[in-house]
C-alpha cells in the first residue's frame, strides 16, 4: 500500500472521529510506518488514536509520541515516571519478552501499553509484569498479534 494512500485513509479515519483533532494530532507515513504527533486531552484519546493507526491498511509500526495535555504535578509523574521503568525494565529482562515492539505510558498510576506481540504467551506476560508493579491502580492495553496483522495485509 502507498504510503500518501495510507495517509490519506489515517487522516480521513481521525476526522470522522472527531474533527478536533484536525488541528491537535498531526500524523506523517513513512515506508509503511506511521508517526503520531500532537496532544489530547486524556490517554483514552491517545490509545483510541494509535488503535486506528495499527487498523491502517498496510501499517508496519506505528510511533505514537501524543502527549496528554494536564496540570503538571511533580509528585504524581514522578510516580508515574517510576512504574513506566519499572516495567520497561522488567520486560527487558524478561527474555521471553521482544520489549522493543512495546510503547509504555503511565499516567496517574495507570499503565497503557501499546506493542505487537509475537505470540499470546508473551502478551500474557506483558500484562503479568505489568500488574506486578506497586502502586498501579489499573493496566489498559493495545497489543495486537503479529497473525492478526498478517491477516490484516491479505
Known sequence: VDDSIMQKNL??????????YLLKVKTKVLDGRIFLTGK??????KLKLTKLAWETNGARS???????KEDFNF?????DILITSQLKTAMIFN????????????YKKKIYIYGIA?????????IGEAKEILDVEN??????LVDDLRIQKD
Open 11 to 20: 487522516s480521513a479515519r481521525i476526522l470522522l472521529i472527531d474533527k478536533k
Open 40 to 45: 489530547v486531552d486524556n490517554p483514552e484519546e
Open 62 to 68: 506505528v510511533r505514537n509520541d501524543i502527549k496528554i
Open 75 to 79: 509528585k504524581q509523574s514522578a510516580k
Open 95 to 106: 527474555e521471553n519478552i521482544k520489549a522493543t515492539n512495546y510503547q509504555i505510558d503511565t
Open 118 to 126: 509475537l505470540t499470546s504467551n508473551e502478551k500474557d506476560l506483558v
Open 139 to 144: 493496566v489498559i492495553t493495545s497489543i495486537i
